[in-house]
């Protein structure tokens, strides 16, 4: 089915939308204090697009070691097919491939049975509730949004990689995942092998002969969310980007369980506008339901558009649609997210 023809039957009227009153101001949310992220380590200001890219240089590599940031794996990921469904003019792969050198993961693959030309790509990342992906790719129905089935339906290639937390997990909890991959790499945090998988996952999109590698998105709700703010941020291939309920600030969600950034991003010094920042002008939507994320969010993305100012007043590329409806994809957010999506790929 046609992006726009698709688009129509889920109710939007139009492929670009407009977002009035997504932000304004709000007085009660406009207290929260961020620093101010144009100011160099000398505390001079900085006011142009060239000092900021040496700025932008020091933040990228503060959070990136911070991180522990694992070197990328060279090889070109080769995938092997686990199982293959066909429906509704789709092709639904279960695939294994290797992430870290000798690490095998798994992931679901849709893309149109009919493609002419190279098309777009989404890394569609899961939520905590759907670590067996099978709602995401719409293997099964049920409450959780199908966006990576509705994102192939309208075009686009997809890939839903399955989070590290429950790869093999078996009786595991969470802690006990993330010291499997700490005993093989000891200086880094949860979010370091969310990042590594998540650009793996780039990887595994821009190897497909049928995918446009200059036209990858990605997008991601709750556990997914978190993981799209980092992978934005730190893989220049992506070129736009929903985040839904991650909780932008730290103290906004759990980022610091350890399978995220751990306890000590209590001390660190640093916010994660700082990470929001290293997306720009990329465009960027954040969506919140007044849980992790909402209008207590705004103070980030106000703080983060002088940044999108300085590549030529982009600051509609980095917007905020907020609900009161909670911890969840409500239906506008689903038609924005495809909209945006579509939009700016």
């Known amino acids: 089915m046609h992006k726009r023809t698709f688009l129509k039957a889920l109710g939007i009227g139009g492929l670009y939308i407009s977002f009035p009153g997504l932000l304004t101001a709000t007085p009660a949310v406009r207290d929260a204090a961020l620093p101010p992220l144009l100011v160099d380590a000398k505390g001079r200001p900085i006011t142009s697009l060239s000092k900021w890219k040496k700025q932008r240089k020091v933040i990228r590599e503060r959070w990136l070691n911070y991180l522990g940031a694992l070197k ?21 792969q279960y695939v294994e491939y290797e992430g870290e050198p000798g690490i ?6 849709l893309k149109p049975e009919q493609i002419n030309g190279k098309l777009p790509g989404v890394v569609a990342m899961h939520s905590t ?13 049920g409450k959780i949004v199908p966006f990576g089935y509705r994102l192939a339906k309208m075009g686009f290639i997809v890939f839903c990689p399955q989070c590290f937390l429950w790869r093999d997990k078996g009786d595991r909890t969470y802690p006990e995942q993330v010291k499997r991959f700490t005993d093989r790499h000891p200086q880094s945090k949860g979010m370091a092998k969310m990042l590594f998988d998540a650009q793996r996952a780039v990887d595994v999109l821009v190897s497909l002969k ?10 991601g709700h709750s556990l997914g969310a978190k993981e799209v ?11 736009v980007t929903v985040s839904n309920e991650g909780g932008v600030g730290i103290n906004f969600s759990n980022w610091d369980d350890v399978w995220y950034l751990g306890k000590d991003i209590h001390q660190f010094g640093h916010e994660q506008h700082e990470v929001l920042a290293l997306s720009a002008p990329k465009p960027f939507l954040l969506i919140g339901g007044g849980d992790a994320d909402g209008e207590k969010s705004r103070p980030y993305i106000e703080a983060v558009w002088p940044i999108y100012d300085l590549y030529g007043n982009k600051r509609e590329n980095l917007q905020l649609y907020s609900h009161d409806e909670g911890h969840m994809v409500n239906a506008e957010g689903e038609r924005r997210t495809y909209e945006w999506i579509v939009k700016h790929l």
């Open 72 to 92: 990328p794996n060279p090889s070109v990921p080769r995938l092997t097919v686990l199982s293959e469904t066909r429906t509704e003019g789709l092709i639904r």
């Open 104 to 109: 095998m993961e798994r992931g679901y693959l």
């Open 210 to 219: 049928e995918v446009d590698a200059n036209r990858i998105g990605s997008m």
């Open 229 to 239: 703010l980092y992978l934005s941020a730190f893989d220049d291939r992506v070129k």
């Open 129 to 141: 509730s759907d670590f067996e992906m099978l709602y995401i790719s719409g293997a099964k129905e």
